[in-house]
T-cell receptor, first 112, second 112 residues
Framework: GENVEQHPSTLSVQEGDSAVIKCTYS??????FPWYKQELGKRPQLIIDIRSNVGEKKDQRIAVTLNKTAKHFSLHITETQPEDSAVYFC???????????FGKGTLLTVNP | DTAVSQTPKYLVTQMGNDKSIKCEQNLGHDTMYWYKQDSKKFLKIMFSYNNKELIINETVPNRFSPKSPDKAHLNLHINSLELGDSAVYFC???????????FGDGTRLSIL
C-alpha cells in the first residue's frame, strides 16, 4: 500500500520567515495530494491541494510543488505569522480508491 | 451550520464498556470516513462508506463496527473498550474520489 513520509517532524521559524515541509510517497499511481492544517484541539482543515497533472499551485502565502518523477511534494509558506502555528499534514491518494494516506505531521511554530 | 457534526464531543468511560459515536454531514457528499488520531497525532483511516456501502475497512479490531443508515450518516460502535482505544476519532466526508475531505470536530474518547 501507499506510504507517505513527512519531514521535518518539528519546525520552528521566526515571524516573517519562510517554512518548507517535504513529503515523499511510494505509490507512483497516486495522483491527488492535499495538505491539511490542524490547530491544537481542532479538526484538520484543507489548506491547499494539488493533482498530478500540475507541478505547482499557489494560494496567497501558501504554495505546493510536486515532482512526480522523484515522488515528492512540498508545502511552502512565506511571510509566516504566529497564526500559522499548527500541525501540518500531507497526504496522498489515487483515483482507484478513496483512501487518503497521511504523513505523520509537522509541528510548525512561528515565533513572534 | 456545521458541515460535518459528531456527537459526543467527549466520551469518558470505563474499560469493557460499549459506546457509540454518531456522525452526520449536510454537504450532500456520497462518501464518509472514520479516522483515528492517536496521542502522537497520527491520522489513520479506519473505515469508509460510499452511498451506504463499505469500501474501506482497514486492519481494525472486530470490536469496531461502523453503520451507515443513509449516505448522510455514519456511526461507529465500539464493543469491550480497551485502554488502547483512547484517541480522538474524526468523521469526514467527501464528494467522489480524490476530492477534499471535510472533517468533523472530533470525539475525544478516554478509557479509564
Amino acid at each position: 500500500g501507499e506510504n507517505v513520509e513527512q519531514h521535518p517532524s518539528t519546525l520552528s521559524v521566526q515571524e516573517g520567515d519562510s517554512a518548507v515541509i517535504k513529503c515523499t510517497y511510494s505509490d507512483s499511481a497516486s495522483n491527488y495530494f492535499p495538505w491539511y492544517k490542524q490547530e491544537l484541539g481542532k479538526r484538520p482543515q484543507l489548506i491547499i491541494d494539488i493533482r498530478s497533472n500540475v507541478g505547482e499551485k499557489k494560494d496567497q502565502r501558501i504554495a505546493v510543488t510536486l515532482n512526480k518523477t522523484a515522488k515528492h511534494f512540498s508545502l511552502h509558506i512565506t511571510e509566516t505569522q504566529p497564526e500559522d502555528s499548527a500541525v501540518y499534514f500531507c497526504a496522498a491518494s489515487k483515483g482507484s480508491n478513496y483512501k487518503l494516506t497521511f504523513g505523520k505531521g509537522t509541528l510548525l511554530t512561528v515565533n513572534p | 451550520d456545521t458541515a460535518v457534526s459528531q456527537t459526543p464531543k467527549y466520551l469518558v468511560t470505563q474499560m469493557g464498556n460499549d459506546k457509540s459515536i454518531k456522525c452526520e454531514q449536510n454537504l450532500g457528499h456520497d462518501t464518509m470516513y472514520w479516522y483515528k488520531q492517536d496521542s502522537k497525532k497520527f491520522l489513520k483511516i479506519m473505515f469508509s462508506y460510499n452511498n451506504k456501502e463499505l469500501i474501506i475497512n482497514e486492519t481494525v479490531p472486530n470490536r469496531f463496527s461502523p453503520k451507515s443508515p443513509d449516505k448522510a450518516h455514519l456511526n461507529l460502535h465500539i464493543n469491550s473498550l480497551e485502554l488502547g482505544d483512547s484517541a480522538v476519532y474524526f468523521c469526514a466526508s467527501s464528494n467522489q474520489v480524490n476530492q477534499p475531505q471535510h472533517f468533523g470536530d472530533g470525539t475525544r474518547l478516554s478509557i479509564l
